[in-house]
Each structure stands twice: as structure tokens, then as C-alpha cells.
């Protein structure tokens, strides 16, 4: 379903890679690997299209990326570096927004019980200021659970400072959405390992 | 769950927004009561004739009007593309170019809205007559979209950038210039009695040009921004 | 023989191109202005109205020309900068822009020192003098945003887009200064309305308009060599050029 031919990108004056190619298909899983600074962050967000590729092609579901980058976003789930939340408003409303802008309504009542799952109950209008940074990131990954429409996820170091029982919540819900036959793509420092899933490497080197 | 068209992703962007402007009350006020500061200053400075006042009270609403939107449109995109919140929108199905009207069309009830409101007040201090303070009313509010439109293009340009007020200023101003030839001529002409329909049919196509392209270029310049 | 043009695309093919022309270019530029200079100064005959010192206008005006004629090369280069994504177009664009600058100042200043002896005042409000300022501004926006921005490509591409936007304001501004200064001025005071033309008025005129633009084709010639050394400066060829000059 995606796929990557030849991928070259350029930062500042530096080639990052060059010559990426690999496909992913449904129900498949790709971990890009590497040391700080080798693109993995670029990586992912050449997938996205919010990069252009100095060359090689980026294509979901036969079409090229750059063409019709809309057939993209409507089943692109992008989790980046940055919790993309708002700090003034609450949980709930960064929630039901941020679903909103992909193109997946929920009510609050939906939203407050993916939020309860992901340890925030009783805190879902609090503002995301007032929350700790374990809080804010758990809200952040809280569009997980709401994400089952969208065939691709791109998750951008989705595990950083997770405690333990968070961390399996995330991978129970990548499992879910690779048995549904999505598509995840995810860099992590951790090692990762999921029941009844392979997980293809893929190693950017320096 | 559903899936959501165009008009509700629309009206959630306006909704966001709106909200965040009222969380941040301070924000929205600084720039109203700069307006209104900036406009109080000129009899101070000029002196109090009021024929001279009449004659420059066109051009001094206006251009505190100019200044008091450049000062707003800092807040526009920087927040969101500060917290991330920027690229998720581009990332959005729809497209783009329609949802930076969203954010601009908030923007504008929030900061330029309220100065069309309070300028009659103001051109009373100026000894405006009552016809003239109409007319200054209707170029604001047909301007005031327009500069929110067309500044939209210089704040997504100098995102995340060293120095962006100052530079914003630089880019923005001389694209401003038509908008206050017409806005402010249209004001002048009133307070003289001669007829303003041709200053207010040029703003009128100032508006038209700026909805149809200004988007379009804010949206090119934020996927520049946010590569 | 067919004239691969796109092999000059090629940063260190246009480098070595552009570093034999300019020499030419430059050397076109000082003929032609001293013809111009000479004719403006000493052949053209003291104007009826304006006397000795509308000779100014052998300057004023070529200045002016250039910088609006220059503003829109830059534009075209950002275009197919960005339509073609090509680096050295927006080179070239960058290179262009700082003379562009100084033409439009040279145009502002001699502006000013025409308008001291015919009118005695130093700034006029007609409209070609303040679209020039605009279009000072315009220019000075372009540099600054394109400084303002550390990473290369990002200065390119933003800076390319506010020129485009400059050139499709260019115009409405224009004609709505025009406007505006017909209802303050009057007719009396404006630097458009040139004394009626001789012909040697005219020659002079188009000979220091076509040594602006020899002048601003080798100077930025020369700038984009600049600049592509700067940009490159990691490539072999740049390598094996520096090595060269040892």
C-alpha cells in the first residue's frame, strides 16, 4: 500500500540519504532505525508529503504522493515529534479537534472514554497546560484509540517518556490497527515487539 | 464517530480559534486599545484645530488601523506552528488554502472587527461629521478583511523566523498601500461631500483580489514554513 | 550543432559561462555610458522650461526603468525557480536584487535632485517617486527575508514567493498612487510629465537605459558567481577550482 522508490533528501547542505526504497504492505509494520541526526524524523515526514524528496517517489495505494497528496491525508494518522496539542485548551477539546482536521468526528462523551482509557479521567477539561509532561503526551497519543478509519499511521518516536503501563496501551493499539490491515511506520528508541506481528527494519545509516 | 466534510472541519477551525482568542483575552485587548491609543495620540501631537483635525482624521484611523492589524497578525500562525498544531492542519484532507480562511476569518472577528466598532467613537474625537463616520465605518470594514488577507501572507512567510515583527512590518506595509489610498480616500471624500462610490467599489475589488489570492499564497508560504 | 542551453543549468558550467561574459557585459556598460553621459551632458540642447538642470533626467529616468525592469526578471527567475525547482534560478534572483536595489535608490536620489532646483523641494509626492519607494521597500523586504531565513533552500522558496507577490501588487500599486497623487498634486508638480522630448534627448536617454541594463547583466553575473561558490562550496568542482587557483 506504500510504497518508497529511491529516496534522496537533502537538508542544508547535507545529504541525509539516499536510494530508500521499500513497500509496506496491509497488516505490515516498519521500524526505521538510527543514530540521532540520521533522518529518520525527515524520513517520516517525506511519507507524510509535508517534504518534497530532492528525488525518488512516495506512493499510497499506487498513486504518487506528490501528485494527490489529499488521497493521503485522508488516511494519514501523523504523530510528530512535537504533542500538537493546544496548551490552553483541554484535553477533550484537543481531542475532538485534532480528529476533526483529519476528518473523523467524535462527541465528547467518545472522546472522554478514550481519554479515561488513557489514564486522564476525571482531568479531560483541564487545561493541557496544568497537566504533567507524562499527561500531555498520553493526551496527545489519545487519537490512537479514535484512529481506526485511518489506514496509515506515521508516528514519530510515539514511546518517549511513557511509563511502562502506558507503553502497552500504544502497543495493543498498533496491534489492533495492524490486524485491521493498516499500515504503521514509527521510529523508537525502545525495542519493540508485538504478539503475532513482524516488524520490518529498516536501518538509515550515518 | 463520523466522517466530517468541509463545512464542519471549516467551522472547527473558526470554533478553535475563536475560543483560544477568549482564553487569551490580553492578547485581543493590547491590539484594541493600541488602536484607540494611537489614534488619541494625533491631537496631542498636532494640535486641536478642527478643521485641521477633520482633514487628518481619515488618514490617522486608517493607518492606526494598518499598525494595530500588523501587531495582531504576529499571533496567526505563530502559536501553531510553535506546538505543531500548524503542520497537522496542512496535513488535513481538506485543502489547506480553505482552512487558512478559516484561521484568517477568526483572526478578523477577533482583531479587526472590533475596530471598525470603536473608529466612529474615535472620529468623534476628530469632529467627524455623521455621514463621514458611516463611511469609515464601511471602508473598515471592508479593509480590515483585506489586510487580515493580505498580512496573512507576510506572517506565514516569517514564521519561526529571527526577528519576525519587525521583518513582517517591512513585507507587509508597502502591499498595504492600496488598501489606504482608497480606504482613507473614500473617508476624505465623504468629510468633503463629493461622492465615495468609485474609492468603495476599488476597495470593494481590493477585497475581491486578496480572498481569491491571498489564501492561496498564505497556504504556500505555511508549506514553506513548515518543511 | 544544437545549443544545449540546459547544460548551463549546471552550477559549475554557468560558473565558468557567466565569469567569461561579464568582463564583455561591463565593458559594453562603460562605452555606453560615457556615448550616453556625453550626449545627455554636452549635445542635447538646454531645455525652454527647465534649463541646465533637467539633465538629470539622463540618469533619473534609465535608473527608474531599470529597477522596475529588473524587479520583474527577478520575478520571473523566482517563477521558474520554483516551477522547475532548478537552484540556480534563484541564484540568479538573489543575484539580480541588490542591483535592482541601487537602481531604484539612484532613481529616488536624482529624483530629489531635480525636484531642489525645479521646484525647491527636495521630495515631490508624484506618483513615480513614491511607487519607487514602495519599490525600494519592496526590494529591501526580499533581501531581508531571504537573510532572515538560516536554512538555504527554505530563504529561496519563501523569498521567491514574496517576490511574486510583489510583482502582481507592482501594478495595483502603481496605478493606485498614480491616483491618488492626481487628486493632491494637480498636474504641475510631476516628474512624468518630462520636457518634450528632442531627439537627442531620447538617444541619450535610451543609451543610458541600455548601459544600466549591460552594467546590470555582468554585475550580477559576477554576484551569482559569488553566490555559487558560497552554496557549492562542499562540491568537487569548487574543490578543484580552489585547488586551481594555488
Redesign the interface.
Known sequence: MLEALGLECV???RRLFRGITFGLAAGQMLWVLGPNGSGKTTLLRLL?????PESGHVRWKGEDVRGSP?SL??D?L?L??????????SSR?NLC??L???????TPR?ADAVLGEFGLAGREMV?IRALSQGQKRRAALSRLA?G??KALWILDEPFTALDAQAVQLVQAHLARQLSRGGCVVFTSHHEVELAGHAVTRLQLAQ | MTALGLAPVFAAVIRRDLTLALRRRSDVLTTFFFFVIVVSLFPLGVGTQSSMLRSIAPGVVWVAALLASMLALVRLFASDFDDGTLEQLALSPQPLVLLVVAKVFAHWLVSGLPLVLVAPLLGLQFDLPAGALGIMMLTLLVGTPCLSLIGAIGAALTLGVRGAGGLLALLVLPLYVPVLIFGAGAVSAAVAGMPVSGHLSVLGACLLIALVLGPWASAAAVRIAIE | MRLNVWKYASPPAFYRLAGNLAPWFLGLAAALAATGLYIGFFVAPTDFQQGESYRIIFIHVPAAWMSMFIYAVMAFWCAMGVVLNTRLSFMMALALAPTGAMFTFIALWSGALWGKPTWGTWWVWDARLTSELILLFLYIGFLSLHAAIDDTRRADRAAALLALVGVINVPIIYFSVKWWSTLHQGASVSLTRAPTMAATMLVGMLIMSLAAWMYAIGVSLLRARTIMLERESDAEWVRELSAERR
Open positions: 537538508r542544508g547542505q507524510c508529503g509535508l517534504l518534497r489529499d491525508h485522508a494519514l501523523y510528530g515529534h512535537a504533542p500538537a496539542v493546544k496548551d490552553d485548551l477539546e479537534f485534532g476533526a482536521q483529519t476528518g473523523i468526528g467524535v467518545e487545561p479514535l481506526a478509519a
